[in-house]
DNA sequence: TTAACATTTGAATAATTGTTCATATATAGT
DNA sequence: ACTATATATGAACAATTATTCAAATGTTAA
């Protein structure tokens, strides 16, 4: 018999509270554990859907996803937002390397930098609009 | 010439600040207002990306990627997490048709609703470990 | 009917985040 | 120098959200 408490949160970073069936699928468990990427890879990969999981930005991206390259002022005119607001969500695209720039005079002219955006966002696109 | 303000913001949801310059590529502007998607479809892809853009819904989706179904048992004994915290997101894949349950006694399995998730995952796994 | 257990749910809390506003920087023209 | 314009940035605010906790279901077995 397990004692009043052996599986329950003892504490904050401890161990957590979990059912206590002794057949807790083992061998699902175990697969699991051996198949999954890193945690490190995993976060990766959330924070990129992260970045593409918000409307502006995905936006943008579909925005820059027609065309050679845009300025801010482009965007902003498309999105109807502020230059700030737009410019704010671009720096969040650059440092994730989704887009480039461009500096020509006061006009800076945003692309796309990867090839796997459009990729994405096209899988993506089928799930929504076939399923 | 243009008078004061006439391209400055005026009102809460009326005209917003944009660039004043004669020129705002407007034939960019037209070819990204022509074969952008609508609206609706853009924050429906945005809000399947929020959804994969979570830690703990990245892992849950990667482990039920790996094995056929996972009670929430296993799930929470994989992730580490409280079955609550569990629960709590499986509800929100459920309500994305993310992932289908089948309850068998006291016990609920989940597993992927559908085809196009690992396609996604994909796609999204080479651009981070390639890139 | 009890007790035990897997899961769900609602409320509360803490943390994250998108937008706005004001201001700063950079560049071009006068 | 000065002015105008395009963009960037920092702080503040409002809104969203992931987790925890406590409590409620629904199910099985005694």
């Not at 057949?23 to 198949?35: F, T, W, Y």
């Not at 704010?88 to 006061?106: F, M, N, P, S, T």
């Amino acid at each position: 018999m397990l004692k009043d408490g052996d599986n329950m949160k003892k504490d904050k970073n401890d161990v957590i509270e979990v059912c206590q069936t002794i057949e807790i699928h083992e061998d699902i468990i175990k697969k699991v554990r051996e198949n999954t990427p890193d945690e490190n890879t995993l976060n990766k990969l959330a924070d990129l859907f992260k970045i593409m999981g918000d409307n502006t930005r995905m936006k943008i991206l579909y925005a820059l996803l027609q065309v050679d390259e845009m300025c801010v002022c482009d965007l902003s005119t498309v999105l109807k937002k502020t230059p700030s607001a737009i410019s704010h969500q671009l720096r969040i695209l650059r440092q994730a390397d989704l887009v480039k720039y461009r500096k020509e005079g006061k006009v800076v002219y945003y692309s796309l930098n990867d090839e796997h955006v459009k990729e994405i966002l096209d899988v993506g696109f089928s799930h929504i609009t076939e399923g």
